[in-house]
């Protein structure tokens, strides 16, 4: 590749970083940071690191971005700045060197990654996902990491394709798991003979997958049930026209692009056409009967998003080819309005935050600045309660991601976490904690001291008017930190 298209790609990263925005800590960013701030000090999180540190196991991510503060030298807000803007870059990269194998002509490779960029936060169907999230997580390298290694499966270079497949296994194997059987499945649909010999799959067989199921505890059930998106018959109807639709495009670019690239476009598309229905009829299997329950969680629906990526790849390039073409102003008409409405949707997900949270800028809303206190002035082993709704108020920015202390179980992050490992007694105790701060709305001095006899806390995050008998050395227009005497 020249490098014109590497200077271009970069720029394409910096645009989207004006449209999407970033905001580190929030969502996800509360079970994946505290994982790594804590290697890099272990004295971090006391209590309660079980509803982080399991996911922490899995992975090598927490690891990968330890190493890279300790080895740069770089504050730990600008490497995972650094590091998300690199995962859009090679995201992006990615997505051009498919444009190159799809499409030969300049207007379709540029359509097409240009509508990727434009379309990073799109959300995927019902399964609580973006194409690319606002923040870093370990999906925002497995992404890059599947494209590139299935176009080296589609050029016959299998061990680049182990190799990128390895990476992305140890960096979320869920994610991975979705990339890797896609590749596998387009190595055999291009190998495939012409008439292939039928075979079937007996029930018994798939069951086989599955020899032992986990059975489900009250307490899990609890919290698994809040997850409706892990549910396919709770999807919303505009949730399954997410799934159909890219499956009727992607047949529809099949059939068009029959005489243009069959061995490319057609059988991509086609690929990906059996691909998202072969993991639609899993995710009615795993989610729809009772005694499958703790199968849920590995919500077999997130597939869709490689199939996204490279419907908008697809897409972008048929609109480049047979519509924008080299017509400036039906460029300027497509993306200016598309970049427009992408821009107001995030700032709507996230209304009390700066668009672009830039590291070593000062925070911009009350509860990131009580956090921020918080993590300069208060005890490393100090263990607070807040409202276990909290994230509802603060633009799902996490608690122990941005004040690096300890809490008590919430009711919107942690019950996520709760669901993917259903042994107990990890859903026991969210359970019990998350009882024990119902009605924290009407909670007196009282109440916090029975928090601190059970549990152990010292302090206490209000958002509301200060509560008698307490002493708060911080305060903001929404907030008081206190003190348990």
Request: proline share 6%.
């Amino acid at each position: 590749m020249s490098r014109k298209p590497y200077l271009r790609l970069l720029a394409l990263t910096f645009a989207a970083l004006l449209v999407h925005g970033y905001h580190p800590g929030v969502e996800d960013g509360e079970i994946y940071l505290p994982g790594i701030k804590k290697i890099l000090n272990p004295a971090l999180y006391p209590f309660g690191s079980e509803f982080f540190l399991n996911h922490a196991r899995l992975t090598l991510f927490d690891e990968l971005i330890a190493a890279s503060v300790r080895i740069s030298h770089l504050s730990f807000d600008v490497t995972v700045f650094l590091w998300y803007l690199v995962s859009i870059f090679l995201t992006l990269l990615a997505c051009w060197e498919w444009c190159e194998d799809l499409f030969s002509e300049a207007e379709g490779r540029w359509a097409g990654v240009g509508l990727v960029a434009a379309l990073l936060t799109l959300p995927v169907a019902g399964t609580a996902l973006y194409i690319f999230d606002q923040y870093l997580t370990p999906r925002s390298l497995v992404l890059f990491a599947l494209l590139f290694g299935l176009r080296n499966a589609w050029h016959g270079r299998y061990g680049r394709f182990a190799a990128w497949s390895v990476f992305a296994g140890v960096i979320h194997p869920l994610m991975a798991l979705f990339g890797i059987s896609y590749g596998l499945f387009l190595l055999a649909l291009k190998h495939m003979p012409r008439e292939p010999k039928k075979e079937t799959v007996s029930p018994a067989a798939i069951m086989s997958l599955f020899p032992v199921v986990p059975v489900a505890s009250e307490a899990y059930r609890h919290a698994v049930h809040t997850r409706a998106y892990f549910f396919i018959l709770q999807w919303e109807w505009y949730e399954w026209i997410g799934i159909f639709a890219p499956l009727l495009l992607l047949w529809w670019f099949s059939r068009s692009s029959r005489e243009i690239r069959p061995t490319a476009v057609h059988l991509i598309s086609r690929s990906l056409v059996v691909y998202g229905l072969s993991y639609f009829v899993v995710t009615l299997w795993l989610t729809i009967p009772q005694r499958f329950e703790t199968l849920a969680r590995l919500q077999p629906m997130r597939s869709l998003q490689l199939l996204y990526t490279f419907l908008i790849v697809i897409g972008g390039g048929f609109l480049g080819i047979h519509v924008l073409k080299n017509h400036a102003w039906r460029w300027l008409l497509l993306f200016l309005p598309l970049i427009g409405g992408m821009w107001f949707a995030q700032r709507q997900l996230f209304p009390a935050s700066c668009h672009i949270e830039w590291p070593g800028i000062a925070p911009g809303n009350d509860w990131l600045r009580a956090f921020e206190w918080i993590r300069s002035n208060t005890p490393t082993d100090a263990v607070f309660a807040l409202n276990p709704n909290y994230m509802l108020s603060d633009d799902q920015h996490g608690f122990r991601a941005i004040a690096e202390r300890s809490r008590l179980a919430d009711a919107v992050k942690d019950s996520g976490a709760v669901t993917m490992f259903p042994e107990p007694p990890f859903a026991e105790h969210w359970l019990e904690q998350t009882t024990d701060q119902s009605g924290w709305a009407n909670f007196q001095a009282a109440d916090f001291n029975r928090l601190k006899t059970k549990y152990g806390i010292s302090w206490v995050l209000l958002d509301r008017p200060r509560v008698a008998g307490l002493s708060c050395p911080y305060e903001n227009a929404t907030l008081f930190v206190c003190r348990l005497d």
